[in-house]
Nanobody, 122 residues
Framework: QVQLVESGGGLVQAGGSLRLSCAASGRSVSSYARAWFRQAPGKEREFVAAISWSEGVTYYGDFAKGRFTISGDNAKNTVYLQMNSLKPEDTAVYYC???????????????WGQGTQVTVSS
């Protein structure tokens, strides 16, 4: 199995940038695709972005296109979420999740991190 730890959250003003990190550890960590989700108070969890290293493709939620970029450093078993032009509505707890590469199409995530808080002030 794989364990995930998010970091990099904090308080930023609207229009600013932030980069989140998701470090993975455990057995066969390179066999897992990685994704970011977020959940704001009183709202449902929503998909932000995903990366499949084996297929070399990325996916984004509609609100994230053009502002957020997911990338990874396979040697460090770490995936990143670069967030630019942040808006107050981006305020949420951001979670990292892992899925077997062959199960990403089904959004079948088998491991989740504890989350990192992102707060965007206006």
């Amino acid at each position: 199995q794989v364990q995930l730890v998010e970091s990099g959250g904090g308080l930023v003003q609207a229009g600013g940038s932030l980069r989140l990190s998701c470090a993975a550890s455990g057995r066969s960590v390179s066999s897992y695709a990685r994704a970011w989700f977020r959940q704001a108070p009183g709202k449902e969890r929503e998909f932000v972005a995903a990366i499949s290293w084996s297929e070399g493709v990325t996916y984004y939620g509609d609100f994230a296109k053009g502002r957020f970029t997911i990338s990874g450093d396979n040697a460090k078993n770490t995936v990143y979420l670069q967030m630019n032009s942040l808006k107050p509505e981006d305020t949420a707890v951001y979670y990292c999740a892992a899925a077997l590469e062959e199960r990403l199409w089904a959004m079948d995530f088998v491991s989740w991190g504890q989350g990192t808080q992102v707060t965007v002030s206006s």
